[in-house]
């Protein structure tokens, strides 16, 4: 799989005008992503990690260094829109990026945008729809859905620019438990059976261990990138920069501790169930094996 | 609450006049107008009248919200009537002290109140079987040509389409506000008129900051998803006149026709 987006060296810093101090949100800073990866980008608030996101599609460009999308460079303002057309971004709040009164009239937005004529808008938007699964509510007012519905609706806005990455900026901190179930369905569905390259910066443990891959971030630098498995090992180390770890992971992490050997790679909560009921039998037939040998002893 | 609040009027259907083209809606809606004031005796209002009537047996509107509709205009008929009636010099119909009631007083009074009402109930109509969506499209659409002259006309409508979009979304923060400050002690309904307008600043600069905020957000989204103004932009819905439309007009100057010729008999 070729890199699909590569920054190489990338500082950026915010200034305020005439600041002779601006504040660095990262430094010197090199991430590869490949076609058709998931990946993850954890650290806790102002590591640097939604800064770094707006990067992926030009919003903002590098004080240093160089990004690019596809082989084209974000700082070239004539691929501006091309750019943009490859990497699509879903933000956390679903109310403040639907622009339009009507579900439907949403998703073609930026089709209408990029100038695909009338007959394609349609057919593009209600195979969008359908994919996020919102196709029934496509005549209603964005106001009256859910708020997993809406972000859904921003994905399917997005996902009908057909766009080959999409980023996606803690697309479900602002959702209930059942809302975050639909958006990582869809959002799974899209990388695993449509080839989409997702990003997506999450404060879920959960959300992230279902990824390919995870970079933890830290006051804007690259502290691990890794696979789930790898990265979450690490308890101790991700803790210390104020992340946390998968429950599952977490439970086999303090069992360790606590002297009874778990793998430390678990993630899953059918793999930790697993382990444990492991850990259950290997205990009991160990005390029963010593209770046999007591007896014979006698 | 707050959230019960309806935004514009529309009452949808499925009747000829929701199906028509709303370009259609407003150019026929603008050609009633005229034709109400081109009415000049009292006699020549029943055809506008009778029209009435029957786009709203058509439209399927109850008529309860006619009612509804006219009910805040009484006092202006009623002003307009009264100054009509007896200010209106003329052939005197009856003379009472100072008082004369002329016969050009009271037929101009009764055109007026006829003229404002059906003015009213008839730009109603077009509300009522037009979504506010629908509307702003089809200003946009009308004013096209204007954007020769430089006027920003796919910006004012993009403007209305947010503004309607976002009324609910900031009703519904106005109630999250209004019942924060009430868990905080805020009192909103005692003390007089000044006390209540300084009740509302604890709720009016939250909502102004969040208000810059989804701005904000908003414009990047839009960004992201490519927006750049009008220009080369496209439409998914293209709108179309049908043979309704063409009815619709060809009933509206059929009208003005019949208007202009009672005019015309009556003298």
Same mark, same amino acid.
């Given at each position: 799989m070729s890199d699909f987006i590569e920054a190489r060296g990338i500082s950026f810093s915010y200034a305020m005008?005439?600041?002779?101090n601006p504040i660095r949100v990262f430094e010197d800073l090199d991430l590869k992503i490949k076609e058709g990866e998931m990946v993850a980008i954890l650290g806790h608030n102002g590591s640097g990690k939604s800064t770094l996101a707006k990067h992926f599609n030009a919003i903002l460009m590098p004080d240093e260094g160089m990004i690019t999308v596809n082989g084209m460079d974000t700082r070239n303002g004539d691929l501006l829109y091309d750019i943009r057309q490859e990497v699509g971004m879903v933000f956390q709040n679903p109310d403040n990026q639907i622009v339009a009164t009507v579900v439907e009239e949403d998703v073609a937005f930026g089709l209408e945008n990029i100038g695909v004529p009338p007959a394609e808008i349609r057919t593009r938007v209600d195979d969008a729809l359908e994919r996020v699964g919102i196709s029934e509510y496509?005549?209603?007012?964005?106001? =009256?859905?859910?708020g997993g519905q809406k972000q859904r609706v921003a994905i399917a806005g997005i996902i009908a620019m057909r766009p080959r990455c999409i980023v996606l900026?803690?697309?479900? @901190?602002?959702?209930d438990p059942a809302g975050r179930r639909e958006v990582m369905k869809t959002i799974l569905d899209l990388n695993k059976n449509h080839g989409i390259t997702i990003v997506i910066i999450t404060h879920y443990m959960d959300e992230a261990a279902q990824c390919d891959r995870v970079v933890v971030m830290d006051s804007g630098s690259i502290l691990i990138d890794s696979t789930p498995e790898d990265v979450f090992s690490h308890v101790r180390m991700l803790k210390s920069v104020g992340l946390d770890v998968p429950q599952a992971t977490e439970i086999c992490y303090e069992l360790n501790k606590a002297g009874y050997t778990m793998p430390t790679e678990v993630l899953s909560v059918k793999n930790c169930a697993d382990e444990l009921q492991k850990l259950i039998e290997r205990t009991y037939a160990a005390k029963r094996k010593a209770a046999k040998l007591g007896s014979k002893n006698k | 609450m707050l959230k019960d609040i309806t935004i514009g009027q529309f009452f949808p259907g499925d009747s000829f006049i929701h199906k028509m083209d709303p370009r259609m809606k407003i150019i026929a809606t603008l050609l009633y107008i005229i034709m109400l004031f081109v009415a000049s005796h009292p006699l020549s209002l029943i055809v506008g009248i009778l029209l009435l009537v029957l786009l709203y047996q058509v439209s399927g509107i109850p008529l309860k919200m006619v009612t509804k509709s006219l009910k805040p205009v009484v006092p202006v008929i009623l002003f307009t009537s009264v100054l009509n009636i007896f200010f209106v010099s003329g052939e005197a119909l009856f003379k009472f002290f100072f008082i004369t009631i002329t016969k050009e007083g009271l037929t101009l009074a009764i055109l007026m109140s006829l003229r404002i009402l059906c003015l009213i109930a008839g730009s109603s109509l077009l509300t009522y079987t037009t979504s506010p969506i629908e509307l702003t499209d089809a200003i946009e659409r009308l004013l096209n040509p204007l954007k020769k002259f430089k006027v920003p006309v796919h910006e004012l409508s993009m403007m209305m389409t947010i503004a309607l979009r976002f009324i609910p979304t900031l009703i519904e923060e106005t109630d999250k506000i209004i019942n924060a400050q009430k868990a905080r002690? @805020?009192?909103?309904?005692?003390?007089g008129l000044m006390q209540r307008a300084k009740a509302l600043v604890p709720i009016l600069i939250p909502l102004f900051v969040s208000s810059f905020r989804r701005a904000d957000e908003l414009a990047m989204a839009m960004e992201c998803r490519c927006? =750049?103004?009008?220009?080369?932009r496209t439409r998914m819905k293209q709108l179309k006149y049908g043979h309704r439309d063409w009815i619709a007009l060809a009933v509206m100057v059929l009208c003005i026709a019949a208007v202009l010729l009672l005019n015309h008999i009556l003298g």
């Open positions: 005008d005439d600041d002779p496509k005549a209603h007012a964005p106001h =009256r859905l859910s900026d803690e697309p479900t @901190a602002m959702l | 002690g @805020a009192d909103m309904e005692s003390g927006y =750049r103004g009008g220009d080369g």
